[in-house]
């Protein structure tokens, strides 16, 4: 009995499957073919830094570029809804079956439940693990003509959530190759198919015309990589290109009237502090860093108000987090600083990033520390920062990316075995606190237990929330149908056209 009720609550309130599409396009075009010939060209910030490979960052590029899909997606209220698996059920405590709409991949070849068992394999076993399988062990298999059937060693009431992942994507049999490389050219499900890549700053993608959902409105895509933010504006305002994503705040009052779209995302910038080594070892000088930090300055000047304070590791763009925030106990008290060194890192591919860590440096001397900083490009530096090779590091995170469940990035980010724990950190009350909420399955005890882990995480000062952020597109008038994501997941659609 205890089992039953459980399922049906899990099923109708936190993951039944929803009819309705992703998130609302700006406009109500259909994706509906078109016969005009129109490539749309795409300016992105972050550069693919794996070729590609859908089990690392660039998993979020191939969902923004209409290339790759999972077996669900998010919808706009965080729930999991059909995208190659048209419905679900849950079988028991460990298992799922998934039933497959009927759908090609861009080689020609059929959406069979061989393939996406096959797809779900090369994710469970890829090396390092996609963030969203942190902790996850995962085994997939065809069941009849038209289902597969995904087991977990453990109880997961977020699997569909997790499903609907980027890094999830389901490809077909080309793309696995040897040495466990993965090559999704060709070989995906989405609306454009990946043609070629030009020395990491260029994409070429055309029209996949048996997609699914209906054939794309535009012919193409060419997709530029612009780290620069002011230069990725300019692309814009020139007319080289017809959208530009991340448009910096700096950069938003001269773009022509009507072509900012902004919407505020699930991302949270912190400060983290490495917890294993350096003089941010001692929980006594991570409070001080923590006293030393003023949000409101960040939020207000170096975001000019499109950013709001930060609150925790959630921010308001999860709308039932404020609510049931829990204010963290047992902090430690501040040391006193006096000239403590430290080496403070960040990324220049959103613009921001390297005057909030200016900030940083300013009000953090002011409290005694001494502060080096260091700016290099996404790709350059967060292997050294997962590497504990500086004692501080300010990001910014989409904490609803990976699954779309707020647990699993706490599980991933901030405990031992986290495979995305930029702050080193490893605590056992912290680690108690995710696995709890891991194991809740009714929707509002997950919710309570996942403020309860925040709590957790906030008392040990391994992360300062700084700001969570709203973000800018720039979209030229002549185009209609880009989709406004406040996960971040996607940008261009079937119904994306000029």
Same mark, same amino acid.
């Given at each position: 009995?205890?089992?039953?009720?459980?399922?049906?609550? #899990?099923?109708?309130?936190?993951?039944?499957?929803?009819?309705?599409?992703?998130?609302?396009?700006?406009?109500?075009?259909?994706?509906?073919?078109?016969?005009?010939?129109?490539?749309?060209?795409? !300016?992105?910030? $972050?550069?693919?830094?794996?070729?590609?490979?859908?089990?690392?960052?660039?998993?979020?590029?191939?969902?923004?570029?209409?290339? !790759?899909?999972?077996?669900?997606?998010?919808?706009?209220?965080?729930?999991?809804?059909?995208?190659?698996?048209?419905?679900?059920?849950?079988?028991?405590?460990?298992?799922?079956?998934?039933?497959?709409?009927?759908?090609?991949?861009?080689?020609?070849?059929?959406?069979?439940?061989?393939?996406?068992?096959?797809?779900?394999?090369?994710?469970?076993?890829?090396?390092?693990?996609?963030?969203?399988?942190?902790?996850?062990?995962?085994?997939?298999?065809?069941?009849?003509?038209?289902?597969?059937?995904?087991?977990?060693?453990?109880?997961?009431?977020?699997?569909?959530?997790?499903?609907?992942?980027?890094?999830?994507?389901?490809?077909?049999?080309?793309?696995?190759?040897?040495?466990?490389? /993965?090559?999704?050219?060709?070989?995906?499900?989405?609306?454009?198919?990946?043609?070629?890549?030009?020395?990491?700053?260029?994409?070429?993608?055309?029209?996949?015309?048996?997609?699914?959902?209906?054939?794309?409105?535009?012919?193409?895509?060419?997709?530029?990589?612009?780290?620069?933010?002011?230069?990725?504006?300019?692309?814009?305002?020139?007319?080289? /290109?017809?959208?530009?994503?991340?448009?910096? %705040?700096?950069?938003?009052?001269?773009?022509?009237?009507?072509?900012?779209?902004?919407? !505020?995302?699930?991302?949270?910038?912190?400060?983290?502090?490495?917890?294993?080594?350096?003089?941010?070892?001692?929980?006594? %000088?991570?409070?001080? @860093?923590?006293? !030393?930090?003023?949000?409101? #300055?960040?939020?207000?000047?170096?975001?000019?108000?499109?950013?709001?304070?930060?609150?925790?590791? $959630?921010?308001?763009?999860?709308?039932?987090?404020?609510?049931?925030?829990?204010?963290?106990?047992?902090?430690?008290?501040?040391?006193?600083?006096?000239?403590? @060194?430290?080496?403070?890192?960040?990324?220049?591919?959103?613009?921001?990033?390297?005057?909030?860590?200016?900030?940083?440096?300013?009000?953090?001397?002011?409290?005694?520390?001494?502060?080096?900083?260091?700016?290099?490009?996404?790709?350059?530096?967060?292997?050294?920062?997962?590497?504990?090779? $500086?004692?501080?590091?300010?990001?910014?995170?989409?904490?609803?990316?990976?699954?779309?469940?707020?647990?699993? /990035?706490?599980?991933?980010?901030?405990?031992?075995?986290?495979?995305?724990?930029?702050?080193?950190?490893?605590?056992?009350?912290?680690?108690?606190?995710?696995?709890?909420?891991?194991?809740?399955?009714?929707?509002?005890?997950?919710?309570?237990?996942?403020?309860?882990?925040?709590?957790?995480?906030?008392?040990?000062?391994?992360?300062?929330?700084?700001?969570?952020?709203?973000? %800018?597109?720039?979209?030229?008038?002549? /185009?209609?149908? #880009?989709?406004?994501?406040?996960?971040?997941?996607?940008?261009?659609?079937?119904?994306?056209?000029?």
């Amino acid at each position: 009995m205890r089992y039953a009720r459980r399922r049906q609550l #899990v099923s109708a309130l936190l993951l039944a499957p929803l009819l309705s599409g992703c998130f609302a396009a700006d406009d109500n075009s259909s994706p509906s073919g078109s016969g005009a010939d129109t490539r749309l060209r795409v !300016a992105f910030a $972050f550069p693919p830094a794996e070729n590609f490979s859908p089990y690392g960052s660039d998993a979020t590029l191939l969902s923004r570029l209409g290339v !790759a899909e999972g077996l669900t997606r998010l919808d706009g209220n965080g729930a999991a809804s059909p995208a190659l698996a048209e419905s679900w059920r849950q079988e028991n405590e460990h298992t799922w079956l998934f039933t497959l709409r009927e759908a090609r991949f861009q080689d020609g070849t059929e959406l069979t439940p061989a393939a996406a068992a096959t797809a779900l394999t090369h994710a469970a076993q890829a090396d390092p693990a996609p963030a969203a399988l942190s902790g996850v062990k995962l085994t997939a298999e065809p069941a009849g003509k038209r289902q597969v059937r995904v087991t977990t060693a453990d109880p997961d009431p977020a699997l569909p959530l997790r499903l609907s992942s980027p890094s999830l994507a389901v490809l077909s049999a080309k793309a696995y190759q040897k040495k466990g490389t /993965v090559d999704p050219a060709s070989a995906a499900t989405g609306p454009f198919a990946l043609a070629k890549a030009g020395g990491g700053n260029r994409a070429t993608l055309n029209r996949f015309d048996d997609y699914w959902g209906g054939r794309a409105r535009a012919s193409g895509i060419d997709a530029r990589f612009i780290a620069d933010g002011t230069a990725r504006t300019n692309a814009l305002r020139t007319g080289e /290109v017809d959208i530009a994503e991340a448009v910096p %705040v700096a950069q938003t009052s001269s773009l022509d009237k009507g072509t900012a779209r902004e919407l !505020a995302t699930t991302r949270t910038t912190s400060l983290l502090l490495n917890t294993r080594s350096g003089p941010f070892k001692d929980p006594k %000088v991570r409070a001080a @860093a923590r006293a !030393a930090v003023d949000t409101s #300055v960040l939020a207000k000047d170096v975001y000019e108000g499109h950013a709001d304070r930060g609150q925790g590791v $959630f921010g308001p763009a999860l709308t039932w987090a404020a609510g049931k925030r829990v204010a963290p106990e047992g902090r430690a008290r501040a040391a006193r600083v006096h000239g403590t @060194a430290i080496t403070l890192a960040t990324y220049d591919n959103r613009p921001e990033l390297p005057e909030v860590a200016q900030v940083l440096q300013q009000q953090l001397k002011k409290a005694g520390f001494a502060v080096k900083v260091e700016v290099r490009e996404s790709s350059r530096i967060e292997g050294d920062a997962l590497a504990g090779k $500086f004692d501080a590091f300010v990001g910014a995170r989409n904490t609803m990316l990976d699954t779309g469940d707020p647990v699993s /990035v706490l599980a991933s980010d901030f405990t031992c075995d986290g495979s995305y724990n930029l702050a080193l950190l490893c605590d056992k009350r912290v680690d108690r606190a995710v696995a709890e909420a891991e194991s809740a399955d009714e929707p509002a005890k997950r919710q309570d237990a996942t403020m309860a882990a925040e709590a957790e995480v906030l008392r040990t000062d391994a992360t300062i929330p700084l700001v969570h952020q709203r973000i %800018v597109h720039g979209v030229r008038a002549s /185009v209609h149908g #880009v989709l406004l994501d406040p996960y971040e997941r996607t940008l261009i659609g079937p119904g994306t056209r000029r």
